[in-house]
């Protein structure tokens, strides 16, 4: 099963469009519809038994709440918004059922998805968004057109990292100097969660680590919140639930 990033292929091509659709919009309107259709026939013919699920997000996002040093996303201009990404959405979900999700980012649905549905499925997330490295199991990336796997301790180092440096994108705030270089000196060499954990209360303080922390936790199932390692249940166990096949 492919699990497609479809908020990253049409903003793509919608990008890629900008210019010509300021200009003369119907045509570059046919001309963006032909290039997402052929960017997503390119993927699918890599995977030629493969069904596939396209996912978009919708209204609403849980994020927006948690956010309290920073508004989530708050420096992205509407005005910046391609010309062209709403009528491609609209096309993904007319000619290639694309599912758009509601209160949560496709994402989340799709590391949910790639979480619950491996044993018979064998998953395979499609993006180029390096917020999907911190889920265990295969990737692709459709630009390289490479396919690699993430292990439990990548993926989770990955996280760990994350929440150090932040993410300037969506305007979540890590700490003051600490580039990738900074986060893998200090989360590199790590063996356990609550090792990770405790250096990232350590340079952040409890809240605003916590906070960074469920801001870029990509959900493993529906209406998850994540906690940090010594406050959940064996049950809530985030990382290490189960072996991912990579076939």
């Known amino acids: 099963m492919l699990l497609i990033d479809g908020d990253i292929y049409c903003y793509r091509v919608a990008c890629a469009c900008e210019t010509d659709a300021q200009e003369h919009f119907s045509t570059a309107l046919s001309q963006a519809r032909r290039a997402l259709d052929s960017l997503i026939a390119d993927t699918l013919v890599v995977y030629p038994d493969h069904n596939y699920v396209f996912y978009l997000t919708g209204k609403g996002n849980f994020r927006n709440e948690v956010a309290v040093t920073a508004p989530y996303k708050g420096n992205r201009k509407t005005k910046d918004r391609p010309l062209l990404l709403s009528v491609l959405r609209d096309h993904a979900v007319d000619v290639w059922d694309a599912v758009v999700v509601e209160g949560e980012e496709a994402d989340d649905a799709i590391a949910t998805a790639a979480s619950t549905a491996y044993l018979n499925d064998h998953p395979i997330m ?29 993926g ?53 680590a916590l906070e960074n922390a469920r801001l870029l936790w990509l959900r493993r199932r529906a209406g998850q919140m994540w906690m940090p390692p010594r406050e959940r249940s064996e049950e809530g166990r985030f990382y290490g639930q189960a072996t991912r096949s990579t076939h």
């Open 126 to 154: 499609v993006s180029i968004d390096k917020d999907f490295d911190q889920v265990e199991g295969l990737h692709y990336n459709f630009i390289k057109r490479h396919e690699y796997f993430v292990s439990t301790d990548q």
């Open 156 to 208: 989770m180092k990955s996280f760990y990292k994350q929440i150090l440096t932040g993410d300037t994108i969506d305007n979540i705030i890590g700490v003051d100097g600490i580039g990738a270089g900074g986060a893998e000196d200090l989360i590199g060499n790590c063996r356990k969660e609550t090792d990770m954990w405790d250096i990232c209360e350590d340079q952040l303080g409890y809240d605003r």
